[in-house]
T-cell receptor, first 111, second 115 residues
Framework: GNSVTQMEGPVTLSEEAFLTINCTYT??????LFWYVQYPGEGLQLLLK?????DKGSNKGFEATYRKETTSFHLEKGSVQVSDSAVYFC??????????FGAGTRLTVKP | DAMVIQNPRYQVTQFGKPVTLSCSQT?????MYWYQQKSSQAPKLLFH???????NEADTPDNFQSRRPNTSFCFLDIRSPGLGDAAMYLC??????????????FGPGTRLTVL
């Protein structure tokens, strides 16, 4: 079945540091891949997505590239801010199928 | 702005006292989902409606029920809440039948406390 494995946290960085959160997936077909962000006490917000191999999703300085050869969708940001502190979820979905979430990675950015 | 709305944001109930959580959407999506989330763990899917078709996850307790009276609204009913049901409940919507995977859009969640 489909599954997502993401880097365990928590991750603590200083402001302006480079961020990478690893995500790999297992799928039987050709899934769409997503990153969601959850701020404290809030629901999940779609951060970015990619629907086919080699697509790059980007938003708010975050990027992730759909790598079919390595079955990966790693999240990166060049310079994190305190306001990026949140929990990040990697997820996949195949057409008409349910979403599969990774376990989540808590990011704390210190000034 | 099109959105997913959940009411209330915070709900307190007593052990065993039925409670209903509400979700509405202005996205005109044909699928609505209910998730349970504990302590920033991954959301756990309870069930979903595809139009009027109800789809229950195999491990969702019978204590949890859902209603979707129309396209815009979906309710989560907890018939006899236990202490273990205290959690964040998330509603999400998606459009099934379009290109690509089902992007799900989440509401802000309802935090349920059971006393």
């Amino acid at each position: 079945g489909n599954s997502v494995t993401q880097m365990e946290g928590p991750v603590t960085l200083s402001e302006e540091a480079f961020l990478t959160i690893n995500c790999t997936y297992t799928a039987t077909g050709y899934p769409s891949l997503f990153w969601y962000v959850q701020y404290p006490g809030e629901g999940l917000q779609l951060l970015l997505k990619a629907t086919k191999a080699d697509d790059k999703g980007s938003n708010k300085g975050f990027e992730a590239t759909y790598r079919k050869e390595t079955t990966s969708f790693h999240l990166e940001k060049g310079s994190v801010q305190v306001s990026d502190s949140a929990v990040y979820f990697c997820a996949l979905s195949e057409k008409n199928n349910d979403m599969r979430f990774g376990a989540g990675t808590r990011l704390t950015v210190k000034p | 702005d099109a959105m997913v709305i959940q009411n209330p944001r915070y709900q307190v109930t007593q052990f065993g006292k039925p409670v209903t959580l509400s979700c509405s959407q202005t996205l005109n999506h044909n699928v609505m989902y209910w998730y349970q989330q504990k302590s920033s763990q991954a959301p756990k899917l309870l069930f979903h409606y595809y139009d009027k078709d109800f789809n229950n996850e195999a491990d969702t307790p019978d204590n949890f029920q859902s209603r979707r009276p129309n396209t815009s609204f979906c309710f989560l009913d907890i018939r006899s809440p236990g202490l273990g049901d205290a959690a964040m409940y998330l509603c999400a919507t998606s459009y099934r039948g379009g290109a690509g995977g089902n992007t799900q859009y989440f509401g802000p969640g309802t935090r349920l406390t059971v006393l």
